[in-house]
């Protein structure tokens, strides 16, 4: 003990506190609610017996219930749609806006750089700027269908059943295309511009140059890219809360959100427990997607 504290103040052991105080920090705020967050996944707890650490052991009563419920297969299917749909739509829109900014013009920094403003914003604003966009009575996006002629009357997208997962898809990936953007603009930037000239010479065109040289030159960075996405999409909260509230009648509800409505409207913090250890495993994969695609790309 003496050793140690004579190396912290002759400063031979400071790199062991820059170690140490940051895992502890991550240990208690993170690594401890993860813990007690997967202990309630198996006990019964409810209002009344929040508070204490004295509860009892369901086992995997709680997992087994969970998907005896009629909500959760639809719960479940809006969640894929919503992952599925947004991720899509904000990689090939972010694929296509990189791809625009690679070639060059006058101006492309300053646009592209524009386009983050979407990223930065806090979800809640996003979802109060497509609040009014979607807007049934008066929103921008009916006004623009209604006069291009694709609508002959109002869409209320928030409230129709049909609409409302689709509204707050549309809100994700304007939200997520310009983070998309950016890092696909950085590997695109990694290309050598000397494989393009060569295989120009050797009479390759515009498509083929795309398939041969881009796609596999870009492999590790779209992994990377699609396990982000997944992960950030997994855990998109701010959308649902202000533009459709999970409703109507769980039409867009998804599993996220489905935890934070039974922990804090329903007080069954058991089953809202459940639900974000099983959303857990999925970011977890994600993350092991996510690593390996950098590793690659690293020793490449």
Same mark, same amino acid.
């Given at each position: 003990m003496r050793r140690?504290?004579s190396s912290l103040?002759?400063?031979r052991?400071?790199?062991?506190?820059?170690?140490v105080?940051?895992?502890?920090?991550?240990?208690?705020?993170?690594?401890?609610?993860?813990?007690?967050?997967?202990?309630?996944?198996?006990?019964?707890?409810?209002?009344?017996?929040?508070?204490?650490?004295?509860?009892?052991?369901?086992?995997?009563?709680?997992?087994?219930?969970?998907?005896?419920?009629?909500?959760?297969?639809?719960?479940?299917?809006?969640?894929?749609?919503?992952?599925?749909?947004?991720i899509?739509?904000?990689? $090939?829109i972010g694929f296509? #806006?990189?791809?625009?900014?690679?070639? *060059?013009? /006058?101006?492309? %920094?300053?646009?592209?750089?524009? &386009?983050?403003?979407?990223?930065?914003m806090?979800?809640?604003?996003?979802?109060?700027?497509?609040?009014?966009i979607?807007?049934g009575?008066?929103?921008?996006?009916n006004?623009?269908?209604?006069?291009s002629?694709?609508?002959?009357s109002?869409?209320?997208?928030?409230?129709?059943?049909?609409?409302?997962?689709?509204?707050?898809?549309?809100?994700n990936?304007?939200?997520?295309?310009?983070?998309?953007?950016?890092?696909?603009?950085?590997?695109?930037?990694?290309?050598?511009?000397?494989?393009?000239?060569a295989?120009?010479l050797?009479?390759?065109?515009?498509f083929?140059?795309f398939?041969?040289?881009?796609?596999?030159m870009?492999r590790?960075?779209?992994?990377a890219?699609?396990?982000?996405?997944?992960?950030?999409? $997994?855990?998109?909260?701010? #959308?649902?809360?202000?533009?459709?509230? *999970?409703? /109507?009648?769980? %039409?867009?509800?998804v599993?996220? &959100?489905?935890?934070?409505?039974?922990s804090?409207?329903?007080?069954?913090?058991?089953?809202?427990?459940?639900i974000?250890?099983?959303m857990?495993?999925?970011v977890?994969?994600?993350?092991?997607?996510?690593?390996?695609?950098?590793?690659?790309?690293?020793?490449?």
């Amino acid at each position: 003990m003496r050793r140690i504290l004579s190396s912290l103040t002759d400063g031979r052991g400071f790199d062991i506190v820059l170690v140490v105080f940051p895992l502890a920090f991550l240990f208690v705020l993170s690594g401890l609610p993860l813990i007690y967050n997967v202990l309630m996944s198996f006990q019964q707890v409810d209002m009344f017996s929040m508070g204490t650490f004295v509860r009892p052991f369901v086992g995997f009563e709680n997992y087994i219930d969970l998907f005896k419920q009629t909500e959760t297969r639809g719960i479940l299917m809006n969640t894929g749609t919503f992952v599925a749909a947004s991720i899509a739509g904000q990689f $090939l829109i972010g694929f296509g #806006l990189a791809l625009f900014f690679w070639v *060059g013009f /006058p101006g492309a %920094s300053w646009l592209r750089g524009l &386009f983050l403003v979407s990223w930065v914003m806090p979800g809640l604003v996003v979802g109060a700027v497509w609040n009014w966009i979607l807007s049934g009575d008066f929103g921008v996006l009916n006004f623009i269908l209604r006069e291009s002629g694709v609508i002959s009357s109002n869409i209320f997208w928030r409230s129709d059943p049909h609409y409302s997962l689709w509204a707050v898809i549309l809100a994700n990936i304007w939200l997520g295309t310009s983070f998309n953007m950016i890092l696909l603009s950085v590997g695109l930037s990694g290309i050598p511009k000397d494989l393009f000239e060569a295989s120009e010479l050797d009479g390759a065109n515009v498509f083929q140059r795309f398939w041969t040289i881009t796609l596999p030159m870009m492999r590790s960075t779209i992994g990377a890219v699609i396990s982000l996405g997944l992960i950030f999409t $997994l855990q998109q909260f701010d #959308l649902f809360a202000a533009i459709t509230d *999970g409703g /109507p009648n769980n %039409s867009s509800n998804v599993a996220q &959100f489905w935890a934070w409505d039974l922990s804090f409207r329903q007080y069954d913090f058991a089953k809202g427990a459940t639900i974000s250890v099983i959303m857990l495993i999925f970011v977890m994969a994600a993350s092991v997607i996510y690593v390996r695609s950098t590793r690659h790309e690293v020793r490449g």
